[in-house]
């Protein structure tokens, strides 16, 4: 791999951590929980790479470094419940999902902000670097 290459995605990775850090900052200031009680921001773990930022952030001590204590200002949650209805109902403050996922729930009401990046999904086609196949239309 180039090194270019290995230094536009650790430097994607690095701004998008700091993205998301962020955005938990500027939750605490309120020290609202899911349901809009005081308490730490509830932020639920989505099964998609879209979501891998956090756990680098998190696993590298990024929030702590932004004074943010996990279990006081913030906790991470597992669910398997639609993001919709974990946003809807309260569980969670914050959660990832594609935008186009979202759109009927938000002409039906569910009042959600978008904070990152918005795109259509993550779809790559690979192949192994030995080969032979060089173009997508191979």
């Known amino acids: 791999m180039n090194i270019n290459k290995i230094l536009k995605k650790t430097l994607a990775i690095v701004l998008t951590a700091t993205l998301v850090t962020g955005t938990l900052t500027g939750c605490n200031n309120d020290k609202k929980s899911a349901g809009g009680g005081s308490g730490p921001i509830v932020i639920d773990d989505v099964a998609a790479l879209c979501f891998v930022p956090l756990h680098i952030a998190d696993a590298l001590g ?77």
Not at 82 to 100: F, H, P
């Open 62 to 138: 990024f929030f702590e470094a932004e004074g943010l204590e996990k279990g006081k200002d913030y906790n991470i949650i597992k669910s398997s419940t639609d993001v919709s209805e974990i946003l809807g109902t309260g569980q969670a403050d914050v959660a990832a999902n594609l935008l186009s996922a979202e759109l009927a729930p938000i002409s039906n009401g569910l009042d959600l902000k978008a904070v990152l990046g918005i795109h259509t999904g993550c779809i790559k086609l690979l192949a192994a670097a030995d080969s032979d196949i060089t173009d997508v239309s191979q």
